[in-house]
């Protein structure tokens, strides 16, 4: 195999030339070498190689090298048909009679730590945010004043999602453009919110815990349902004899009155978390746009926190 390719070198446009030979036929990868690996650059490396090569008008195997390549990087070179590898041992080559793929599972502790700052409680704010309306354009001054953080949080939770290609800068604002891949990596990272858990008993249940839980609207506190109880309002295809909520200490006790609740040795079968970051109790829909109302109790705009634990089978 020969190299060409070196530091220090001029820039000519690509990383590594390297040519051998398969198959008793000639071989040229023509590689480019990246930091960061994150989807955006994959699409961005997929243009500059096939530009090489259009320009020099040579044959090759256009490749991205990058530390980590996640599953939706692999993805976007697959859709560019570019090959690639990643220092975990991700791989995939596809040309002529050859095939190779590999596939590593995890992800490197920059990359974890990467994505729990994308999910920490603070940053999750702004996901809700964008989430409730997952269609609409947000300048970073309303996101913002709507989520309730800093300018620079915003500002940071944008790039990571941009790079991941879960969202798009646009004249009018940051949009999101692939919701459901953002939620599912959200359940994939799910951490409970921290708070305190309280486990109580009521003597209620199917139709009239329900019809209970509907006069929660004119009460005083906050209540949200969680896990397979949020999950439930909508596709109630999972039994469970216990139900969750999210409620802050107003809450907690309007749904101690409302559902005439006690404290069982054993046997609890209402399950209540009172976190100690209320965003996840926080919601702004479309119907209140603007409005810093906070949510009472919510049957249908479920915080995706919770629907992130359902998906992945937990309780809160």
Not at 21 to 44: C, D, T, Y
Not at 83 to 107: C, M, P, S
Not at 177 to 194: C, H
Not at 211 to 226: C, F, H, I, M
């Amino acid at each position: 195999m020969t190299l060409t390719g070196k530091p220090g070198e001029a820039d000519r446009g690509v990383d590594i030339v390297a040519e051998t030979e398969f198959a008793g036929r000639p071989l040229r990868l023509v590689v480019e070498v990246k930091s960061n690996g994150q989807p955006r650059i994959a699409h961005q490396v997929a243009y500059q190689l096939k530009r090489y090569l259009d320009q020099t008008g040579q044959e090759g195997v256009p490749m991205f090298i990058a530390p980590y390549l996640s599953e939706q990087a692999q993805a976007a070179c697959r859709e560019e048909d570019i090959a690639y590898l990643d220092f975990q041992g991700n791989a995939r080559l596809v040309v002529d009679t050859i095939f190779i793929e590999r596939k590593v599972e995890g992800k490197p502790d920059p990359e974890r730590r990467s994505l729990r700052t994308l999910f920490k409680p603070k940053s999750t704010r702004i996901l809700r945010v964008l989430l409730n309306e997952p269609h609409r354009p947000w300048r970073v001054t309303e996101l913002a004043e709507e989520a309730k953080v800093s300018l620079g949080l915003v500002s940071t939770i944008g790039t990571a999602l941009r790079e991941r290609e879960w969202a798009d800068q646009t004249e009018q604002g940051l949009r999101l453009v692939d919701p459901s891949g953002l939620l599912d990596e959200w359940a994939r990272n799910y951490e409970r919110p921290r708070g305190e858990e309280v486990r109580l008993y009521t003597h209620l249940h199917g139709k009239a815990l329900v019809e209970r839980l509907r006069d929660l609207a004119t009460e005083q506190g906050r209540v949200a349902l969680a896990s397979f109880s949020a999950a439930d309002w909508y596709a109630p295809f999972v039994r469970q004899s216990t139900s969750y909520f999210y409620a802050d200490e107003k809450g907690l006790g309007t749904l101690q009155t409302i559902l005439n609740l006690t404290a069982p040795a054993k046997g609890a079968n209402i399950v209540v978390r009172v976190p100690d970051e209320d965003g996840v109790l926080e919601t702004r829909g479309p119907s209140h746009r603007g409005s810093s109302r906070p949510a009472r109790f919510r049957p249908i705009s479920i915080s995706w926190r919770a629907a992130s634990a359902a998906s992945k089978g937990q309780n809160i």
